[in-house]
């Protein structure tokens, strides 16, 4: 049986198209926003991801809605792409899903995570 948040993260998986690691660097290359949504104990475990925004979780959708009070300078409109990471890859579908609910339709999520991103070679570990 399939649990309600694997159907969840599956639906939000279905309308996103999320990048690989390797696509990532090609992304960023054409003026996609790099968002860390990792919480500040997980990126001092793991390592940080050089010239991400980093977001956490909690206020993401405040920060990247063009509308709202608390927007970044980033947040310009509804056509920013927004690449959203998080450790592994789970989160991070989720949360760009939230994102295209709110109108950011061009947001999106690294398949693996910041795991990828190492794996790949696109970032180099730092962590502990």
């Known amino acids: 049986m399939t649990s309600r948040i694997d159907r969840m993260l599956g639906v939000a998986r279905a309308r996103l198209c999320r990048l690989t690691a390797e696509q990532v660097p090609d992304a960023l290359r ?3 926003v790099l968002v860390d949504i990792r919480p500040h ?3 001092a475990a793991e390592g940080e991801v050089p010239g991400a925004l980093v977001i956490e979780r909690n206020v993401l959708e405040w920060r990247c809605d063009p509308t709202s009070d608390a927007r ?3 947040a310009v409109d509804d056509d920013v792409e ?3 990471v998080c450790s592994e890859g789970y989160t991070s579908s989720l949360a760009a899903a939230a994102l295209q609910d709110l109108g950011l339709h061009k947001a999106t999520d690294v398949v693996g995570g910041y795991h990828a991103l190492v794996f790949a070679g696109v970032v180099a570990s730092t962590g502990a």
């Open 82 to 84: 927004w690449v959203i």
């Open 72 to 74: 970044l300078p980033q």
């Open 41 to 43: 104990a997980q990126r």
């Open 30 to 32: 054409r003026g996609a």
